[in-house]
């Protein structure tokens, strides 16, 4: 059967348009998701604030305080994936976001794994009745300003990984703590947390080499993965359908 150019190009657009909406039907595998905040009902319920004043009234926790505040959230995951936005204020303060062990009374020796931010990067610490201890830091080559986006894995091995933007920036191996009762911010005025998702799954894998605290390395963000193979197989399918339902329909030629 020989096709018009203008059947070839329905054939051909079609096509494209199948193989389009099977991708986009196609299951993602997902993040196993234990909890979740993004303010957008501004208020912060199920959070606890220990000392300071915060807000949501804008989609955002913000700190408040003229002094620090420190709030924190219900959180048992040891081995998973935290990430959250941060963003900093105009002012240069040292805030501290803790994976806690501890007990809540404790709060400035609170152990657990630590992450201290400041204008100039950040430093992954893990903190015993003990000691602090560096594990690892990134200093960002041109400061960092406004919102940022965090994201911290920790495998059953223990190996943690701590990402900027997606890009995967620090690196460290640590056994020390097996539980985790809260994450837990300690905050200064106008800094804020927002989009904070914790899961019980690694969800960040990087793409390239290990971080070494300088900024090498690349991570993939959850969430984008590469076409699907069998949206690929049923988009063809689809489209072999296609193309036999257009010969039955295309009208048979004059033999005059």
């Known amino acids: 059967m020989i096709y018009t150019k203008q059947v070839k190009t329905k054939i051909i657009l079609l096509t494209l348009c199948l193989l389009a909406l099977t991708y986009g039907v196609t299951p993602k595998a997902g993040a196993a998701m234990v909890w979740s905040d993004d303010f957008n009902d501004t208020d912060y319920n199920g959070w606890t604030v220990e000392t300071g004043a915060f807000t949501a009234a804008d989609s955002i926790l913000r700190c408040t305080s003229e002094s620090m505040g420190v709030v924190h959230h219900p959180s048992t995951v040891a081995t998973g994936t935290w990430s959250f936005d941060f963003v900093f204020s105009s002012m240069l303060h040292v805030s501290i976001i803790y994976f806690a062990v501890g007990v809540i009374s404790d709060l400035m020796g609170n152990q657990g794994y630590?992450?201290?931010?400041?204008?100039?990067?950040?430093?992954?610490?893990?903190?015993?009745?003990?000691?602090?201890t560096t594990l690892d830091t990134y200093t960002a080559p041109s400061g960092l300003q406004g919102r940022q986006h965090f994201?911290?894995?920790?495998?059953?091995?223990?190996?943690?990984?701590?990402?900027?933007?997606?890009?995967?920036?620090?690196?460290?191996?640590?056994?020390?703590?097996?539980?985790?009762?809260?994450?837990?911010?300690?905050?200064?005025?106008?800094?804020?947390?927002?989009?904070?998702?914790?899961?019980?799954?690694?969800?960040?894998?990087?793409?390239?080499?290990?971080?070494?605290?300088?900024?090498?390395?690349?991570?993939?963000?959850?969430?984008?993965?590469?076409?699907?193979?069998?949206?690929?197989?049923?988009?063809?399918?689809?489209?072999?359908?296609?193309?036999?339902?257009?010969?039955?329909?295309?009208?048979?030629?004059?033999?005059?």
Do not use: C, W
């Open 114 to 132: 630590q992450i201290t931010v400041n204008n100039y990067g950040f430093t992954l610490y893990v903190v015993t009745d003990s000691a602090t």
């Open 151 to 256: 994201g911290f894995t920790r495998d059953a091995g223990g190996l943690i990984r701590g990402y900027l933007n997606g890009s995967l920036v620090v690196e460290a191996t640590n056994t020390e703590h097996s539980t985790v009762n809260y994450f837990l911010a300690h905050m200064f005025e106008d800094e804020s947390l927002d989009n904070i998702v914790v899961s019980n799954t690694v969800d960040i894998t990087p793409t390239t080499g290990p971080g070494t605290g300088t900024g090498t390395g690349t991570g993939t963000p959850p969430g984008i993965p590469g076409f699907p193979i069998g949206a690929i197989i049923i988009g063809l399918a689809l489209s072999v359908l296609l193309v036999i339902v257009i010969r039955r329909r295309q009208p048979v030629p004059s033999k005059e």
